[in-house]
């Protein structure tokens, strides 16, 4: 058993036959890849590796395993049966980030490649494949968990790798973004959740619930990850910076599809790509090299739902500067639903004292939080445009739209 130590789990423990795995190019390769692209420029010590993500998500997924099993009610059919989930889930919480490329989803944007189909490729590697195959794990099953495919026949599994509510990726990378970024927001009552997550019933299939006593931690949870895009998914600062690095990707990578061979693009990461922009020429280029902030922040329109403050303010600005503003509006479902499932369906299913129930049922705080979360700014580019006149505009045009909205209908 090789041990390995990291400051949110401890010793996280890595069994023998796991170590051909994490010794591939591909997993070693996450080494070179920060978890959190260029969010260091913002937060200084957000240096950290999707490698340590990897080993984080899955000793979160183990001590899940070991929850689940202490508390099962005949879920796991036998001891073989149980050993053999507990393989493919380990297996493909190690693997669940090797099809990202350089600065994750702003390379996807660039080359027009989703994750999931570089991971396909890098998964039907020789070397991929005889690791997994000498851990008596089937490749098509660590894919099919790691793209979320709804016709996998471990549904619970599915949840814990790529769900869009329980999944141990998420319970890692929040508690990790917020350590290394020094952001209390998203820290969360990990053990308890953990410690609460039972195997329930849907219309006769098996899926990963919590039990009542959990709803307080999985309150917290849903709250640390509103609370970690409000400071720093979304920080001003950081949306910028990716902003600028596509223009700088765009210069190093003229071609695309010269990235397509599953060999080439492993041979990029981070650090090549900021190598290359070394001697790139273009603005974006230098910004990311230098961190130069090309784009002013000038108005934030969080949480606005009719639109009309932010739209207002970007046409008073797009009036006086053109083509100098960037309107950036992002979104999240805050708590959703499970993939392939229409919207009647539960969030997660708690089990009470009075029956299974939707969450949003046991919780008032997360029946409230449920839904879309919104984050809107409008930025200028300093070259091209005064901030403190587009902040006045924007101040200007909002108080217009608040006066109109708020003004008598007799009138």
């Not at 839904?371 to 101040?395: F, H, I, N, T």
Request: hydrophobic share 45%; aromatic share 8%; glycine share 6%.
């Amino acid at each position: 058993m090789k041990r390995i130590f990291d400051p949110i789990h401890d010793f996280i423990e890595i069994e023998p036959g796991e170590l051909a795995l994490l010794n591939s190019r591909p997993l070693q390769r996450l080494r070179q890849l920060k978890q959190l692209g260029l969010a260091y420029l913002a937060f200084p010590a957000a240096e950290h590796s999707r490698f340590g993500h990897a080993l984080g998500a899955l000793a979160t997924g183990e001590r899940v395993m070991t929850h689940l099993r202490r508390h099962d009610d005949g879920y796991f059919a036998s001891d073989a049966d149980y050993a053999a989930q507990r393989r493919l889930l380990r297996a493909s919480l190690l693997l669940h980030d090797v099809g990202h490329g350089p600065f994750s989803h702003a390379c996807e944007a660039v080359l027009g490649v989703m994750h999931e189909r570089r991971t396909r490729a890098i998964l039907a590697l020789p070397e991929i494949e005889r690791a997994l195959v000498a851990l008596d794990v089937d490749p098509a099953a660590v894919l099919a968990l790691v793209i979320g495919d709804p016709a996998s026949p471990w549904p619970v599994l599915r949840e814990l790798v790529s769900g869009p509510n329980l999944d141990a990726d998420r319970m890692d990378y929040l508690l990790r973004d917020a350590y290394f970024t020094g952001v209390g927001g998203g820290r969360y009552d990990a053990e308890q959740l953990v410690g609460s997550l039972r195997v329930l019933e849907q219309n006769g299939a098996p899926v990963l619930g919590v039990d009542g006593r959990g709803v307080v931690a999985l309150e917290s949870f849903v709250l640390a990850r509103y609370l970690m895009f409000s400071t720093v998914y979304f920080h001003h600062t950081t949306r910028q910076f990716e902003r600028i690095l596509h223009g700088a990707l765009d210069e190093i990578w003229p071609d695309p599809r010269a990235l397509d061979p599953v060999e080439e693009f492993l041979a990029w990461d981070d650090a090549r790509a900021l190598e290359a922009m070394r001697t790139a020429t273009g603005p974006e280029a230098r910004a990311v090299r230098n961190r130069e902030t090309l784009y002013a922040l000038v108005a934030e329109y969080n949480a606005e739902r009719d639109l009309v403050s932010f739209a207002s303010g970007e046409a008073a600005l797009r009036e006086r500067y053109g083509d100098a503003v960037w309107a950036d509006a992002q979104e999240q479902l805050m708590h959703r639903l499970p993939l392939g499932i229409d919207t009647s369906a539960p969030t997660v299913l708690v089990r009470t004292r009075r029956g299974t129930v939707d969450a949003r049922s046991a919780s008032d705080l997360i029946a409230r939080v449920s839904g879309k979360a919104y984050w809107r700014k409008l930025y200028v580019r300093r070259d091209s445009a005064d901030p403190a006149e587009a902040r006045a505009l924007c101040a200007a045009a909002e108080g217009a739209a608040t006066a109109a909205r708020t003004e008598p209908a007799w009138r």
